[in-house]
């Protein structure tokens, strides 16, 4: 977390913050709990505060406390960077957002963009970029440019360069995309926000459209929830025939879209499928995963290939 929003101005309630933090590592959210309500006493308007205090009363179990941290947090922070919306629908207060605020999802991996790879690859055994470069590969064709969307670190990267003259990447976080630059093998790399629509994402900057024939989204849909918009993205940016290879989390039977304790978005096959016919993609290929571990659980993922219609 950015160092500004750890720290409150004001020294007594830092201390209590501090010792409140050291309670709740010791397995004492009710303690930690209130001595983070008496920092609040002192500095109201600390959103990262009223966040910490939310965490602790869930864990706590008093989840009507919680929510109301959570309505705090949302409102004393700009642009909801802590995602507390997400979490007041998961806690079944508000409905689920189309969306999360893209300022949270950018502090997110800002913040994370140090330790994502290590954390991810290693310890969860992460290895979609793979699996997805492999159906990629199944078609048998070079591409002349392919544009990897939510390219992050640029996992994706090394596993589809030698299928395509030029590797285009664009993501949310800056900090991702100075990780990706590192690896050396993105012909460009730039910001771009798959949330909004197609003229405002900045995917379209220098006025070029369906330039790509082949379009990759490597685990950035499970960070989007009502997928119509990215989809529009999608088929402007791809030119006729192209190939579409993505990931989803699988939301399983009876329900379209799903928000997981994780706050990310998991989506069923037959919602997918429907948003392809809408936008002129032909399915080809659909195969069942493993994601990433999460503990002792293992998510569970969809990857889909497409071609748009020629």
């Given at each position: ?5 750890q720290?409150?101005g004001d020294?007594?309630a830092d201390?209590?913050?501090?010792y409140?933090k050291m309670l709740?590592k ?6 930690a ?5 008496q920092?609040?006493?002192?500095v109201?308007a600390w959103?990262?505060g ?5 965490t602790?009363?869930?864990r706590?179990?008093n989840m009507?406390g919680?929510i109301e941290?959570y309505?705090?947090t949302r409102?004393?922070?700009e642009?909801?960077?802590?995602g507390?919306?997400l979490?007041l629908?998961?806690?079944?207060d ?10 949270y999802v ?5 913040d994370?963009a140090?330790?994502f ?10 290895d979609v970029?793979?699996k997805?470069a ?5 078609t048998g064709?070079?591409?002349?440019l ?6 992050g ?14 590797l285009?990447g664009?993501d949310?976080?800056?900090?991702m995309?100075?990780?990706a630059v590192?690896?050396r ?11 909004l629509?197609?003229?405002?994402t900045g995917?379209f ?6 330039r790509a024939?082949?379009?990759?989204a490597c685990?950035?849909l ?8 990215v989809f529009?993205?999608?088929?402007t ?17 009876g329900?379209?879209?799903h ?6 978005y998991a ?5 997918v499928r429907?948003l392809?016919?809408r936008?002129g ?7 069942r995963s493993?994601?990433r ?7 569970s993922?969809?990857?889909f290939l ?5």
């Amino acid at each position: 977390m950015q160092p500004h929003l750890q720290t409150s101005g004001d020294a007594i309630a830092d201390r209590r913050a501090d010792y409140a933090k050291m309670l709740a590592k010791g397995g004492e959210p009710d303690a930690a709990a209130e001595l983070m309500e008496q920092a609040l006493e002192l500095v109201p308007a600390w959103a990262a505060g009223w966040y910490r205090l939310a965490t602790y009363r869930e864990r706590a179990g008093n989840m009507a406390g919680a929510i109301e941290a959570y309505r705090q947090t949302r409102d004393r922070s700009e642009n909801d960077i802590f995602g507390a919306a997400l979490k007041l629908a998961f806690l079944g207060d508000t409905a689920i957002p189309d969306q999360p605020p893209s300022s949270y999802v950018e502090r997110l991996f800002d913040d994370y963009a140090g330790r994502f790879e290590t954390s991810l690859v290693d310890k969860l055994g992460y290895d979609v970029p793979a699996k997805l470069a492999d159906m990629i590969a199944t078609t048998g064709r070079h591409y002349a440019l392919a544009v990897d969307l939510g390219c992050g670190t640029g996992l994706l990267g090394p596993e589809i360069r030698a299928m395509t003259d030029r590797l285009e990447g664009f993501d949310l976080s800056q900090n991702m995309l100075t990780k990706a630059v590192e690896k050396r093998v993105y012909d460009h790399l730039a910001q771009a926000d798959l949330s909004l629509a197609p003229e405002e994402t900045g995917l379209f900057a220098d006025g070029l459209q369906h330039r790509a024939d082949l379009v990759t989204a490597c685990d950035v849909l499970i960070y989007l929830g009502n997928l119509e918009s990215v989809f529009a993205s999608i088929v402007t940016l791809a030119s006729s025939g192209a190939d579409i290879a993505f990931s989803v989390e699988e939301a399983g039977d009876g329900v379209e879209i799903h928000l997981a304790a994780s706050l990310r978005y998991a989506h069923s096959e037959a919602y997918v499928r429907a948003l392809c016919i809408r936008h002129g993609l032909e399915v080809g290929i659909v195969r069942r995963s493993t994601i990433r571990k999460d503990g002792e659980n293992t998510i569970s993922g969809i990857l889909f290939l497409a071609r748009k219609a020629g």
